[in-house]
């Protein structure tokens, strides 16, 4: 008993000993958010609390727009994480599960989709918005967003390693494919696809050169565009820019931590593997 | 739960237009991008507003677009796809691909012939092809080594005069927790930029005088390398710069004692570090033992779009701008922001502004030495900058290979080009 | 009878599937697929993204061949990847265990600590790691002057610079990996563990035994996307060093952003991506054959 505590006070040590490195960095983040333009540089771990000031924070909020622009990203965001996540749990799940001619092929031609670079497609793909007439509109940068070949490809894995056997029993009760995916195989998948939408939902929530590309006006900006905005030509407002980065980190940490439970309570197989 | 989640989602997506509100009347719209932001950005909207109340043809649109991309991605992807800004600023470093690619509309009809005489003449010729007038400059940005007045007094340093010198007083200046000198590090055009005096103090130029082949691999090229590749090695420059080498922050705040920076610094200084105005100097940047004083002025121009559906009257916008009445000008050279204007009567005219503090010491001892910023094709452009970093940080590469490789290269390009130069 | 019924279902179950997957594979024709194309059908002509294209055939894949400069950020590229890839799949594949290890608040603590440098955007992860690794007075500096060592150059070093901006790579995506592994141990039933320790198994032999094999799905996943991931960093890269000092940094993609958008050699960036791609494509394939190897 006295054994398995020490392991277990020696464990939490260890732990605690890597959760301070891994955030080390976020405490510099945060703690040189709140200083003034001259000491943003100034290497200081400690720095005395009367040197640190709200101000950035307040500047950032009375930025044009700003509140605007986070909504946009919100919004964006939000869109494309639903619609994905329902698109690719379908194509993750039909290449995982069902029998067709040409899975292979098609499985090989989507993950090889994620191998060019953005920045070699960002001009084509700029021509097609501009074909559908959906530059400087939210939706040129929310639908070009949604196909991806990564949350297709964690679908396919996580389907991978559920049993057969919930489906069969399902569908011996006449349940069609997509029956069986949708009232089965979904509410299943749901700490993947939190995990996922947790993925998805930052990646487009920090987006910057698509949405910088496709949106003109100012009202258009998604929140990392306001913040890049905080450096000009000769001289960047670090402090600014900090601040900012703060402000537009946290939705993500909150989201994580609301579904966070979800994300890792597994997926209750246990019982039927095996 | 979910499902009204998903409800709230839809009624929001359906709700929110998304869509930009379009332009307000049937008058043609000119869209006009910029990368200024604050002040500057008001002078441009307020120019931009008296331009719409003073005429009834177009209605001209400012847009502002973050710095980082202006150059790069956002016009870049914006001309690939035919949806090119109708007015724009460029960049001594950009200015030949556009005017390569037939891009710049020709503004010779639009400005009055006794404005031009105004203008000085090479910072015109920067801007013409075959005579034809692509670009108004409108701002001149001069450099010049800033230096920390009480850090130099400490150290008993004069400023320094020469390379020699520069490199003792770099030394003498560095301490445990600030760099003697400060110069750019990052590979780009900035680096190139700041390069160029030090490239013309020695006499020399990128090609060789009738532009048929690069001509750089010279003794002073390679000593002021030299120099530099030692500063870096023994740490006596700063290898990390905190900030990108625009920001005068870095001598403000005691990062570095001297610094290499431009005109911009004055009025950066005046915003940011009101209380440092008497302990900054600044002074001509140092030269080789004998050679000759050299500094270089960059600073955009203002074009138009000749592909633009009203490309007369965006030629007409950009003369309005900056190639006509003076005031304009005058306020963003004088007021907005501390720039040279390319224009003498502007210099002229506004003698107390050039000859106050820190401007004063550019007017009186740099200006007159500079040359304007090179217009290079993108490619030499690239080749001279990775000469840079090869130059000053990779020193398993002798300087003599360094720079034989990158006059190869240009050679190499130059034999199969048939462009401006 | 049978048989038809049989092939009736076997149709029913493709169309299922070509249906369930027609709106990611239709978006991604349109969205991926075709800006593939067209940007191949770019690199066959030597474009400054202005004038008219001019076509010049397989010229720029030749031209390749001889570009040292590419060649080098292959080299670079691969190193970041064999430095990147194995250190975020055996350090998350750790956390994960010791995060299982842990219980109820605890657990969510830690998590939450874990995934916290996830949330961090790339580029101020670039701005807040300079800070750390200044040569002047960072922290990791002023960490190496409290324990006795000497000064380093970091970022501001050609040998250096490369693993200095992996561990930032590794830093960012190491809780959102810890996390999938974590859901994937969550999911091994407790009686396997049992069984083995009745068999006398300790932690080592356990974790070889049943933990490894069992979230074999997750290891592809998090492998071969590391693998692609490593081959796509940008961000932190261009801001921490821009590819510098000299070209120790310049990454393939880094390399080819600069020529389509610091050159504006449209097609001969578009050229290069091809290659890469196709160095990519080869690798994640002999990836994932190996690992189905395993499996038999």
């Known amino acids: 008993m006295t054994k398995k505590k020490v392991c277990n006070a020696l464990l939490v040590l260890l732990a605690l000993a890597i959760a301070v490195v891994i955030v080390f960095p976020v405490y510099l983040l945060i703690i040189s958010s709140f200083k003034e333009s001259q000491d943003v540089f100034n290497m200081n771990l400690f720095p005395n609390p009367s040197t640190l000031t709200l101000e950035n924070y307040k500047t950032v909020f009375t930025e044009e727009n700003f509140g605007g622009n986070i909504f946009n990203s919100f919004y964006v965001a939000t869109i494309v994480t639903v619609v994905a996540l329902l698109f690719h749990a379908m194509s993750g799940y039909a290449l995982a599960r069902l029998n067709f001619r040409g899975r292979k092929v098609i499985f090989t031609w989507i993950i090889s989709t994620l191998m060019i670079p953005f920045s070699v497609i960002m001009i084509p793909l700029f021509i097609i918005i501009k074909n559908m007439g959906l530059i400087n509109n939210l939706w040129g940068i929310i639908i070009p967003m949604i196909p991806n070949a990564y949350g297709i490809f964690l679908f396919h894995q996580f389907f991978l390693g559920i049993p057969k056997e919930l489906e069969e029993s399902a569908k011996i009760d006449g349940a069609s494919y997509f ?81 966070q439970k979800q994300i890792t309570e597994g997926v209750k197989t246990a019982g039927i593997k095996g | 739960m979910k499902k009204r989640l998903l409800s709230i989602i839809l009624c929001a997506a359906m709700a929110m237009p998304g869509m930009a509100v379009s332009a307000k009347d049937d008058k043609e719209e000119l869209k006009f991008w910029v990368f200024h932001s604050d002040k500057e950005l008001e002078f441009f909207q307020n120019c931009v507003d008296q331009y719409n109340s003073e005429q009834s043809n177009v209605e001209v649109v400012l847009e502002q677009i973050p710095w980082d991309d202006y150059n790069g991605t956002k016009m870049a992807t914006a001309f690939a796809s035919g949806e090119g800004p109708d ?29 031009l005489e105004d203008f000085s003449e090479s910072s015109i010729e920067g801007v013409s092809v075959d005579d034809e007038i692509l670009a108004i400059p409108f701002e001149m940005e001069l450099f010049g080594l800033y230096y920390d007045k009480a850090a130099l007094e400490e150290a008993s340093v004069e400023v320094p005069k020469t390379w020699d010198e520069l490199y ?136 138009a779009n000749a592909n633009s559906k009203n490309a007369e009257e965006a030629a007409k916008f950009a003369v309005w701008m900056f190639g006509d009445d003076p005031a304009r000008m005058e306020q963003w050279c004088t007021q907005t922001k501390f720039a040279f204007a390319p224009r003498q009567s502007i210099i002229d005219a506004n003698e107390e502004v050039y000859q106050q503090g820190l401007c004063a010491e550019f007017t009186n001892n740099i200006l007159g030495t500079e040359q304007p910023e090179k217009r290079l094709p993108a490619e030499v452009s690239t080749i001279l900058q990775d000469m840079l970093q090869s130059a000053y940080f990779d020193t398993s590469v002798s300087l003599e290979d360094t720079v034989t490789l990158a006059e190869e290269s240009i050679n190499d390009f130059l034999s199969s080009y048939d462009g401006a130069l | 009878m049978k048989k038809k019924r049989m092939a009736k279902g076997k149709k029913k179950e493709a169309l299922t599937a070509y249906l369930m997957l ?113 040569p002047m007075n960072g922290f990791l500096n002023q960490l190496l002057a409290l324990a006795g060592g000497e000064k380093q150059r970091f970022l501001a070093s050609t040998t250096q610079a490369l693993p200095s901006t992996v561990v930032v790579g590794v830093w960012l995506v190491l809780g959102y990996n810890t996390i999938l592994f974590l859901a994937a141990i969550k999911d091994i039933p407790h009686n396997y563990y049992e069984a083995a320790e009745i068999d006398g198994a300790g932690p080592i032999q356990k974790f070889f035994k049943i933990t490894l094999p069992l979230v074999k799905d997750t290891s592809v996943f998090v492998l071969v996307m590391c693998a692609i991931g490593s081959f796509q960093a940008f961000d932190q890269i261009n801001v921490m060093t821009a590819g510098g000092p000299a070209s120790a940094t310049t990454t393939s993609v880094l390399y080819i952003y600069d020529q389509a958008f610091r050159t504006f050699e449209m097609g001969y960036s578009s050229a290069l991506a091809f290659v890469l791609f196709i160095i990519i494509m080869v690798l994640t394939l002999i990836q994932m054959k190996l690992m189905k190897g395993k499996e038999d």
């Open chain 1, 179 to 259: 029956g069986v995916f949708w009232r089965i195989v979904l509410p299943l998948s749901k700490p993947i696809a939190v995990t996922l939408a947790v993925a998805f939902f930052l990646a487009n929530w920090n987006n910057y050169l698509w949405p910088l590309i496709v949106a003109q006006d100012r009202e258009l900006w998604l929140v990392q565009i306001a913040i890049a905005n905080f450096k000009s030509a000769q001289a960047v407002e670090w402090n600014l820019v900090l601040a900012a980065s703060c402000v537009s980190a946290l939705p993500i940490i909150i989201l994580f931590f609301v579904f």
């Open chain 2, 87 to 115: 007015v724009f600023l460029v960049a001594p470093g950009l200015f030949l691909k556009y005017a390569n690619s037939d891009v710049l509309m020709p503004l010779n009809d639009y400005i009055k012939p006794e404005v």
């Open chain 2, 168 to 303: 003792e007083a770099a030394k003498a200046l560095t301490t445990d927790s600030r760099y003697g000198f400060t110069m750019e590090t990052v590979k780009g055009t900035h680096q190139l930029f700041e390069w160029y005096p030090f490239l013309w103090q020695t006499g020399n130029d990128i090609y060789n005088e009738d532009k048929t082949a690069a001509a750089l691999n010279k003794e002073g090229v390679l000593n002021n390398l030299e120099i530099k590749r030692k500063m870096f090695e023994e740490g006596y420059a700063n290898i990390k710069p905190s900030r990108g080498n625009t920001e005068i922050g870095m001598l403000c705040e005691g990062e570095t004692a001297m610094q290499i920076n431009g005109t911009w610094a004055i009025s950066q200084m005046q915003n940011n570090y009101p209380e440092m105005a008497e302990q900054i100097g600044v002074a001509p940047l140092p030269v080789p033992e004998g050679g000759e004083a050299a500094s270089v002025a960059g600073g955009w121009k203002i074009c």
């Open chain 3, 22 to 134: 027609l709106p990611d594979v239709a978006g991604l024709l349109i969205f991926v697929f075709i800006p593939i194309i067209y940007a191949f059908f770019i690199s066959l002509h030597s474009w400054n993204g202005l004038s008219e294209m001019e076509f010049i055939g397989i010229q720029n894949y030749i031209k390749m061949a001889k570009d040292s400069k590419f060649i080098n950020s292959i080299i670079v590229t691969v190193k970041y990847a064999l430095m990147y890839v194995p250190s975020v799949f055996v350090l998350s594949l750790l956390l994960a265990c010791l995060l299982h290890a842990l219980h109820g608040k605890l657990q969510s603590f830690f998590r939450t600590a874990f995934f916290l440098p996830y949330a961090i955007s790339t580029v101020i992860a670039g701005i807040v790691w300079s800070f750390i690794y200044n």
